[in-house]
């Protein structure tokens, strides 16, 4: 059936050659922290389970990268920046938010933006509102995923 994925096993932690390019950027975790597994890296055209991403969407391509976590695991700024948009999005989107982040807060000579998707609540943060790097914006769940348009094969991750 088009656009439903059937029973899937969990998401597998080994990556598919492909999914992951070198960028020369190091992450800075604190020191008691590391990086969960990446269950899907952008542009890949494999989801978490091997299958390959339907073609009509992004050409086959993945918009994100997804990151396996519990449902209620903090989530944190990855970059100083203000809150430009919030909401309960739809089956495939679940609760999001997004930030924007000017250069000042990178590093990068440019603006970015970063989006958190599939969050366990829509954010309390107010459109307009600062954030600082490290501070907890939202929780991780499985809005538009678990029960979703994935049925049971959803599994709760941040898509970013």
Sequence with gaps: MRGKMGERAAPSAERREGDFKAT????????????EPISSGFA???R??????????????HGGTDITLKVGTPL?????????????????????????HAPEHTGF??????????????PALNIGDSVQVGQT????GGT???????GAAG???LHL
């Design 24 to 35: 020369g950027l190091t992450p800075a975790f604190p020191a008691d922290q590391a990086c």
């Design 44 to 46: 890949s055209p494999y």
């Design 48 to 61: 978490y389970d091997g299958s390959r991403r339907p073609t009509d969407r992004n050409g086959g391509l």
């Design 76 to 100: 944190l700024a990855i970059a100083g920046g203000k809150v430009i948009a919030k909401g309960a999005g739809g089956q495939m989107e679940g609760n999001f938010l997004w930030l924007q």
């Design 109 to 122: 000579p440019f603006w970015v933006h970063t989006k958190y998707q599939h969050l366990d609540e829509v």
């Design 137 to 140: 914006i939202a929780l991780a």
């Design 144 to 150: 538009g995923t678990a029960g979703g348009h994935y």
């Design 155 to 157: 599994y709760p991750h």
